[in-house]
């Protein structure tokens, strides 16, 4: 079983840039695909990006060009940098294991997420 935790998450302005780092503990990360989600308040948990055991990645249309997944196997992480960041409501991404695709309940293991705010 692995275990998840985000990181890098925080206050930026539009047209900004964040890291976010998933740290795997328990299993090597490369085990496993890796997915990004996020949900703001009040809405529904939607998919970002995912990544697959064979580097495949997939970003979701609204992230395309902007967002990009790595893999940093010696320090058992994935990543997800994110550019030109548009002012939206506050929302927290999580990074999931085991699963594939845009389904939420696909997935069997979260993190507790980390907070990313963008302002105007």
């Known amino acids: 079983e692995v275990q998840l935790v985000e990181s890098g998450g925080g206050l930026v302005q539009t047209g900004g840039s964040l890291k976010l780092s998933c740290v795997a503990s328990?299993?090597?990360?490369?085990?496993?695909?890796i997915g990004w989600f996020r949900q703001a308040p009040g809405k529904e948990r939607e998919p970002v990006s995912y990544?697959?055991?064979?580097?495949?990645?997939i970003y979701d249309d609204s992230v395309e060009g902007r967002f990009t997944m790595t893999r940093h196997t010696a320090k058992n992480t994935v990543h997800l940098e994110m550019n030109s960041l548009k002012p939206e409501n506050p929302a927290v991404y999580y990074c999931?294991?085991?699963?594939?695709?845009?389904?939420?309940?696909?997935?069997?293991?979260w993190g507790q997420g980390t907070l990313v705010t963008v302002s105007s």
């Open positions: 990544i697959s055991v064979s580097y495949s990645i």
């Open positions: 328990g299993s090597p990360i490369d085990d496993y695909a």
């Open positions: 999931a294991a085991d699963g594939w695709g845009p389904l939420v309940t696909v997935w069997e293991f």
